[in-house]
């Protein structure tokens, strides 16, 4: 059985910074694509970023130049460098992931952005 957990969530004042990380376990063969998405109360969940095996990268406009999505292929772990936070980036932050073929999510860690 293969889970991923996320860490790393909390509160944090608008202009500041949180890093969320992903740690992939269980029986793993293969890594491919992994990536963030967020949910905000209401709201769909929305695509954030994703970063290829090949460590190509790709965000969503409302995040572009803020946030830094990277990976550790050696700790089975996909991170997400958030700065410069804003009150829109309020939502539960979400692991997604391709292991030994099959796509998979975290549970979820909630990113507060408040004065």
């Known amino acids: 059985q293969v889970q991923l957990v996320e860490s790393g969530g909390g509160l944090v004042q608008p202009g500041g910074s949180l890093r969320l990380s992903c740690a992939a376990s269980?029986?793993?063969?293969?890594?491919?694509?992994m990536g963030w998405y967020r949910q905000a109360p209401g709201k769909e969940r929305e695509w954030v970023a994703t970063?290829?095996?090949?460590?190509?990268?790709k965000y969503a406009d409302s995040v572009k130049g803020r946030f830094t999505i990277s990976r550790d292929n050696g700790k089975k772990t996909v991170l997400l460098q958030m700065n410069s936070l804003k009150p829109e980036d309020t939502a539960a932050y979400y692991c997604n992931a391709w292991i030994n073929r099959q796509n998979g999510w975290g549970q979820g860690t909630q990113v507060s952005v408040s004065s």
């Open positions: 269980g029986t793993i063969f293969s890594i491919g694509d």
């Open positions: 970063i290829t095996s090949g460590e190509s990268t």
